[in-house]
């Protein structure tokens, strides 16, 4: 503003020069021409020229009094002006809100001016911030690279920083600054402004914190979208996938980046045209949830389709949910195979009971018969043949009972070879006239504790393998040989325990067994039979009655070879009499009175008959209330109840606890066709009971009879 003024004063001079410089010349030629030109007194022409010079020395005052009055009256307007300007721009700067200050290069940077706004921010008077420089307040700022700075600053003319400022409090508070290169009468300075920017780096910290959070957020719902066991995916309209998790990916066999952009049926089915029973397209025509199980590979998937819609209802993507049902529906059909025999084996063990209760009667009655037949009876070897069959039947019931897992193993003593020898007929019955069933046993004994009826079973089970395996015919071979088990051989097959064995070979001559089925071999409900020709139990069952003998099993098998079972059973050390016990003596009775509690017809009236026979006296009853009331009624006389275990309204035991509130002397003998421990783990008998196990022959009968009465 100075400057333009200067330059108004400078031109408003010359104008008032030329302008009496042109007068002058105009005058003296205007008075030459006119008024002195016929004048030839020198006198007169000197008083002529002397008015003439008074009259141009007043014209010209006048004029110049006009014109430098008129130039001192625009001057002093426009710098009355300039100083209203100056005044006005001075209080726009001083009163803003907006912090401003100058500093003067050629003092060291010292701060020459700062507004009230930047008095304010430091907390320091405009007389304390004038004896300040640029180290006083911003501790950030390097001094040393002033030079630099400066040289930008003439470049650039202008720049921007941030920085922070020390207040007068000692804290120091983040600001962002433009500073201006200015000169200025002579003088370098830099004017500029700054802004309080702490509240934008709080929310600068806040959002970057927010962000931090997020992406750790994100990445972990991303890692728990990867983990899910199940196949997410995201579908448009056109069935192109948009994004797909990391199970979804592997169940499709690709990269997850990879199925962007591709069509769901073109990753999943290799298929140029969707399935029929896409449940994403139902569910983009329904806008509902949708659902559908299809096969791929082997593997069954169940595919559920949830809409995405956008705010006016509209279906725009589909998440689809693809879960791998394959085991889902194989433990489904392991659980109705199970359930199946589980239903098989309750009918079995029910069939095994009433099967002993007819052979109870069937036996007692042909006892009977057989004991009141002279030596010579031409019938008395039929009696003795029906008593072979019922002695046979009975083996029968103690197998269903096993099957059904209500008969405990009975570990004795067995030869192994002669349970063999005793299994032959059975087991070659079960292959076809094409095979050859052959034995190379052991010359000499080999003792084990086993179960005979557990033993059979899995001789039974491994030959109907062996069989199923040869369907051209063939040879099932069993061998049995003794085998010292040592810490070698464990260590090579990963199984046994170091000491003596009987090993049983069961082999056979069909197509052998490749090694991924091997792997699987004794797992339950493995099979590779057709659907309803295998339960997959066989070798299960198999693998779990060694087991139980403390046994273990392997097979061996190559494809076009063959298979080959072996069986590792401890020898038994201890000793054992071979000899046949002589047969138990009848006991008689001494008039004692039992009472029977039976529910079976028959059983009880051949039990009745033994008993009579031999010198007790016998009150019958055909539940558990009558067997109470003839108690309550007869209690005095009575010396031993006889109960089934299992009977209508009370069973066995029921009466038992009742007779002993009468009598807690009373004795009593438990009967049943399921075996002592079953009815035990079913709460049906007390641990510790007289017990005997149906179907009943007389002297056995009579032995446990005396026995109970007499101890």
């Known amino acids: 503003m100075q400057l333009k003024q200067a330059r108004t004063a400078r031109w408003e001079l010359y104008r008032i020069v030329t302008l009496y410089v042109f007068f002058s010349i105009l005058w003296k030629y205007l008075s030459g021409a006119f008024f002195l030109k016929d004048v030839q007194d020198p006198v007169r022409l000197m008083r002529l020229e002397i008015r003439e010079s008074?009259?141009?020395?007043?014209?010209?005052?006048?004029?110049?009094?006009?014109?430098i009055n008129r130039c001192l009256i625009r001057d002093i307007t426009e710098r009355e002006k300039a100083v209203k300007e100056a005044s006005f721009f001075r209080s726009l700067i001083e009163y803003t809100r907006d912090p401003v200050y100058v500093l003067d290069h050629k003092d060291g940077y010292r701060m020459v001016y700062a507004n009230q706004a930047a008095c304010s921010h430091f907390g320091w008077s405009l007389e304390q911030m004038q004896t300040m420089r640029i180290p006083d307040w911003d501790p950030e700022f390097d001094m040393d690279n002033i030079g630099s700075v400066l040289e930008l600053m003439k470049q650039m003319k202008q720049v921007h920083f941030e920085t922070v400022h020390r207040v007068a409090s000692g804290g120091l508070v983040p600001v962002e600054v433009t500073a201006n290169y200015l000169v200025h009468g002579g003088r370098e300075l830099t004017a500029g402004y700054f802004f309080n920017i702490s509240e934008r780096k709080t929310m600068e910290a806040e959002l970057k914190e927010s962000e931090t959070r997020y992406r750790?957020?994100?990445?972990?719902?991303?890692?728990?979208?990867?983990?899910?066991?199940?196949?997410?995916?995201?579908?448009?309209?056109?069935?192109?996938?948009?994004?797909?998790?990391?199970?979804?990916?592997?169940?499709?066999?690709?990269?997850?980046?990879?199925?962007?952009?591709?069509?769901?049926?073109?990753?999943?089915?290799?298929?140029?045209?969707?399935?029929?029973?896409?449940?994403?397209?139902?569910?983009?025509?329904?806008?509902?949830?949708?659902?559908?199980?299809?096969?791929?590979?082997g593997r069954s998937f169940e595919l559920r389709a949830v809409p995405v819609k956008d705010e006016n209802d509209v279906v725009v993507k589909v998440m689809e949910i693809g879960r791998d049902i394959t085991e889902q529906i194989s433990l489904e059909q392991q659980l109705r195979?199970?359930?199946?025999?589980?239903?098989?084996?309750?009918?079995?063990?029910?069939?095994?009971?009433?099967?002993?209760?007819?052979?109870?009667?069937?036996?007692?009655?042909?006892?009977?018969?057989?004991?009141?037949?002279?030596?010579?009876?031409?019938?008395?070897?039929?009696?003795?043949?029906?008593?072979?069959?019922?002695?046979?039947?009975?083996?029968?019931?103690?197998?269903?009972?096993?099957?059904?897992?209500?008969?405990?193993?009975?570990l004795q003593p067995t030869d192994l070879n002669e349970a063999i020898r005793n299994a032959q007929k059975l087991l070659t019955r079960l292959i076809s006239e094409d095979m050859e069933f052959r034995l190379e046993l052991n010359p000499d004994?080999?003792?084990?504790?086993?179960?005979?009826?557990?033993?059979?079973?899995?001789?039974?089970?491994?030959?109907?393998?062996?069989?199923?395996?040869?369907?051209?015919?063939?040879?099932?071979?069993?061998?049995?040989?003794?085998?010292?088990?040592?810490?070698?051989?464990?260590?090579?097959?990963?199984?046994?325990?170091?000491?003596?064995?009987?090993?049983?070979?069961?082999?056979?001559?069909?197509?052998?067994?490749?090694?991924?089925?091997?792997?699987?071999?004794?797992?339950?409900?493995?099979?590779?039979?057709?659907?309803?020709?295998?339960?997959?139990?066989?070798?299960?069952?198999v693998y779990g009655i060694i087991k139980q003998h403390n046994g273990y099993i392997n097979v061996y098998s190559e494809p076009g070879h063959g298979t080959t079972f072996k069986l590792y059973l401890p020898i038994f050390s201890g000793t054992f009499d071979e000899?046949?016990?002589?047969?138990?003596?009848?006991?008689?009775?001494?008039?004692?009175?039992?009472?029977?509690?039976?529910?079976?017809?028959?059983?009880?009236?051949?039990?009745?008959?033994?008993?009579?026979?031999?010198?007790?006296n016998v009150i019958e009853a055909a539940d558990g209330d009558d067997a109470i009331d003839k108690f309550t009624r007869e209690s005095d006389r009575i010396d031993m109840l006889m109960l089934d275990v299992i009977m209508p309204k009370r069973n066995g035991r029921e009466v038992y606890d009742t007779a002993r509130k009468k009598r807690a002397d009373i004795k009593a003998l438990f009967v049943s066709g399921y075996t002592a421990d079953f009815v035990v783990r079913k709460g049906f008998l007390a641990k510790g009971l007289p017990f005997i196990e149906k179907p009943l022959s007389p002297e056995k009968l009579l032995a446990k009879v005396s026995d109970v009465l007499n101890n």
């Open 216 to 297: 750790k957020l994100s990445q972990e719902f991303q890692a728990l979208l990867n983990g899910i066991p199940d196949g997410l995916t995201l579908i448009s309209p056109d069935l192109t996938i948009l994004w797909a998790n990391g199970y979804s990916a592997q169940a499709s066999g690709v990269e997850p980046l990879s199925m962007i952009g591709r069509h769901c049926h073109e990753v999943r089915i290799g298929r140029d045209t969707p399935c029929q029973t896409c449940p994403v397209q139902a569910s983009l025509h329904t806008g509902r949830q949708e659902m559908s199980i299809v096969s791929s590979a």
């Open 337 to 410: 195979q199970s359930q199946k025999m589980e239903a098989v084996g309750q009918l079995a063990g029910g069939i095994a009971h009433d099967f002993n209760n007819i052979l109870t009667a069937t036996i007692g009655f042909a006892s009977l018969m057989l004991m009141k037949m002279e030596p010579d009876n031409p019938l008395r070897q039929y009696a003795e043949q029906i008593l072979s069959s019922s002695e046979k039947a009975s083996h029968l019931s103690r197998s269903l009972l096993a099957f059904s897992r209500k008969n405990d193993m009975k």
């Open 445 to 541: 004994a080999l003792t084990v504790m086993a179960d005979n009826i557990q033993l059979e079973q899995v001789f039974m089970n491994l030959v109907s393998n062996a069989r199923d395996a040869m369907q051209s015919g063939g040879t099932v071979l069993i061998e049995t040989e003794p085998f010292s088990m040592d810490a070698s051989f464990t260590h090579a097959h990963g199984f046994g325990k170091p000491g003596e064995y009987a090993r049983v070979s069961i082999s056979d001559t069909g197509d052998g067994i490749d090694e991924t089925i091997r792997e699987k071999i004794f797992e339950p409900f493995f099979t590779t039979k057709e659907s309803g020709k295998g339960t997959g139990l066989g070798l299960a069952m």
């Open 579 to 616: 000899r046949k016990r002589p047969e138990t003596a009848y006991h008689r009775g001494r008039a004692e009175t039992v009472l029977l509690a039976e529910d079976d017809e028959n059983v009880r009236k051949a039990s009745r008959e033994i008993l009579e026979n031999f010198g007790y």
């Open 54 to 67: 008074c009259v141009f020395i007043l014209i010209t005052a006048v004029v110049l009094y006009f014109l």
